[in-house]
């Protein structure tokens, strides 16, 4: 076994964090209908702001795409499925590094450096348009 080293465990700690929260996020949209607005966490943007943001709908959105209901998630956000894909992937990928280190399957620099440069570019893809729309507030 070859030496661990010193980021080794925040590594996998963060790997473990997401792999549980991540799931909450599938559970949240699973929990609430795309058909009603009583979701507990609300916009803040169109509360405070009185106008709608890029991001108006996407609870609705991700609340379809776990039905199923990909057509539907489109017409509510069309970033929703590209968005949920994201922490879906992210989900995989966590999964994927953990039991990676665990069972050192890859050398840990190069799963690393794998991971960062798959994160970057999954990020950039799917909040790409997003991270436009606020830099012209």
């Given at each position: 076994?070859?030496?661990?080293?010193?980021?080794?465990?925040?590594?996998q700690?963060?790997?473990?964090?997401?792999?549980?929260?991540?799931?909450?996020?599938?559970?949240?949209?699973?929990?609430?209908?795309?058909?009603?607005?009583?979701?507990?966490i609300?916009?803040?943007?169109?509360?405070?702001?009185?106008?709608?943001?890029?991001?108006?709908?996407?609870?609705?959105?991700?609340?379809?795409?776990v039905?199923?209901?990909?057509?539907?998630?489109?017409?509510?956000?069309?970033?929703?499925?590209?968005?949920?894909?994201?922490?879906?992937?992210?989900?995989?990928?966590?999964?994927?590094?953990?039991?990676?280190?665990?069972?050192?399957?890859?050398?840990?620099?190069?799963?690393?450096?794998?991971?960062?440069?798959?994160?970057?570019?999954?990020?950039?893809?799917?909040?790409?348009?997003?991270?436009?729309?606020?830099?012209?507030?």
């Amino acid at each position: 076994m070859s030496p661990v080293p010193h980021n080794y465990r925040s590594y996998q700690t963060v790997n473990i964090v997401f792999f549980v929260l991540l799931p909450l996020v599938f559970v949240y949209a699973a929990l609430f209908s795309p058909d009603n607005s009583h979701y507990p966490i609300p916009s803040f943007y169109n509360r405070y702001m009185s106008e709608q943001s890029p991001t108006t709908g996407l609870s609705h959105s991700f609340s379809a795409i776990v039905r199923g209901n990909l057509h539907d998630a489109k017409n509510l956000n069309p970033y929703g499925i590209r968005i949920f894909l994201f922490f879906f992937l992210e989900w995989i990928f966590r999964t994927v590094a953990f039991f990676s280190l665990k069972k050192e399957w890859i050398p840990y620099t190069k799963l690393l450096q794998a991971d960062i440069l798959a994160s970057t570019i999954l990020f950039t893809c799917c909040f790409g348009r997003l991270l436009l729309f606020w830099n012209y507030l």
